[in-house]
């Protein structure tokens, strides 16, 4: 072999190694950038499941992931808490099809819609992976059972609360999660049917909030100006009656509002103890998230569970609020 050809031969296999090389990485790259997190469970777990809700930095949701992370410490389960960074539907449904592609052995998570989580829950279901819905229910899938509030039952409630705590006469503004979602629209439906029963209660408008603190007070704020009328708002989702009630602080001198809102995070009781927020319907997110994983455990081993499983619900106001709250928050002030 010539000098010449011997370093041209050269240079082709180095050549070659580099890019075989290259190409070994970025398609690892390309695979493992799609795959889910922690998909080889270590041999100390049982099971591994995934809990995917809406929106993962939501504080209604962290509460939800705590109940589930102490039932899996308990149960020696390796527990993943993974979906969208902010409300996404197209990520939440990815995110169930991945886990289900990295066959973990559970998945919890939400059944936002019939029209897409049905098909996807029936399609994971099919493939042998257990879906326990969470929070909103997804009755018409194949789901194995649903644990959470009675969402219908709740947006009643609701509308019962309101009647009476304004006497029977209010102009309504509803503020509500999203208009897709089967338990926002169990919530506001209950509370309509609720206020039926009520000729002076009159529901002026409706609006969604994407679940969002921001928009659902800039909603409140473009409500009170489109609609002088509005002397109430109802909030159906955690973030909204702060959203609603940071906007009537601002209005509070020259209208009187009456404001009932959705779950008990540390901001909502703060308005009730400041009396902004005259009322809010409980729900039970750490008792969700934990027993929904003691759930697909029983499932698993062949136990039978209860399909439906209601946590509880009712209407909590000022007077109701825990004496440690209403203490710590007047050491704070
Ligand atoms: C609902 C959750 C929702 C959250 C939004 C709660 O009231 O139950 O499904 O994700 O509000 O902040």
């Known amino acids: 072999m010539s000098k010449l050809s011997l370093v041209a031969y050269t240079f082709g296999v180095l050549l070659f190694i580099v890019s075989c090389s290259l190409s070994v990485f970025y398609g690892y790259k390309v695979v493992t950038h799609h795959l889910p997190v ?111 509030t009675d969402n219908y039952y709740s947006g009643y409630l609701a509308g019962k609360a309101l009647i009476t705590d304004t006497n029977g006469k209010a102009n309504v503004a509803i503020i509500t999660g999203t208009f897709y979602a089967n338990h926002q629209q169990q919530r506001v439906k209950g509370f309509q049917d609720a206020v039926k029963e009520a000729p002076g209660i009159h529901i002026i408008d409706i609006q969604q909030s994407e679940i969002s603190t921001v928009k659902a007070a800039e909603k409140a704020n473009q409500l009170l100006k489109d609609h002088p009328e509005i002397n109430a708002f109802y909030g159906t989702s955690a973030l909204d009656g702060i959203g609603i009630a940071q906007v009537i602080e601002k209005y509070k001198k020259q209208r009187d509002v009456y404001v009932i ?16 927020i005259k009322a809010t319907v409980v729900q039970q997110p750490y008792e969700m998230g934990y027993r929904a994983v003691k759930m697909m455990i029983d499932i698993i081993e062949g136990k039978t569970v209860s399909q439906v499983v209601h946590t509880e619900t009712r209407i909590m106001r000022i007077g109701d609020l825990p004496v440690s709250v209403m203490h710590n928050k007047e050491d704070n002030n």
Do not use: C
């Open 38 to 148: 922690e998909k080889k469970v270590p041999d100390t777990y049982k099971y591994h499941f995934v809990l995917v809700p809406e929106e993962l930095d939501n504080e209604y949701w962290r509460l939800v992931e705590s109940g589930a992370k102490d039932a899996a410490k308990k149960y020696g389960v390796l527990l993943e808490y993974s979906g969208p960074k902010q409300a996404n539907i197209d990520d939440h449904l990815k995110t169930i099809e991945m886990s289900a592609a990295s066959k973990v052995d559970g998945i919890l998570t939400q059944g936002l819609s019939d029209e897409q989580f049905t098909p996807l829950i029936n399609h994971v279901i099919a493939g042998g992976i257990p879906v326990i819905t969470v929070d909103t229910d997804a009755a018409n899938s194949l789901r194995l059972a649903y644990i959470g």
């Open 261 to 276: 809102g959705f779950d008990t995070l540390p901001e909502t009781l703060d308005y009730i103890r400041r009396g902004t």
